[in-house]
């Protein structure tokens, strides 16, 4: 049974405020590696519950500057299911991509 609970993922939307390009850009490209951007600054990721303090730590280091922000909001699995993505995304329907 334990072995369930910590492969369990938790989805999360990841909003960012970086002021600096670099920092910006490096940030983006560890949250490609757990998941999609779905705005410029917004992500919606994916975390094995057991890795969700070091996915922390990692965002953490990632904050250069005094008025950087980072914010991580969990996403239920019940409520993962009605999310609505409307829209184009470069020259694919979005309910395309995530389809």
Not at 32 to 41: D, H, M, N, P, V
Not at 67 to 77: A, F, G, L, M, T
């Amino acid at each position: 049974m334990k072995a369930k609970y910590y492969s369990r993922v938790v989805n999360f939307v990841v909003i960012y405020d970086i002021s600096d390009t670099k920092t910006r850009t490096r940030l983006s490209r560890f949250l490609f590696e757990y998941g999609i951007r779905t705005q410029l600054s917004v992500f919606e990721v994916e975390v094995k519950q057991s890795q969700f303090s070091r996915f922390i730590r990692l965002l953490e280091r990632k904050i250069k500057g005094e008025r950087d922000k980072i914010y991580v909001y969990p996403i239920d699995k019940k409520n993962h299911e009605k999310i609505f993505r409307l829209g184009r995304e470069g020259n694919y329907l979005i309910d395309d991509f995530f389809i």
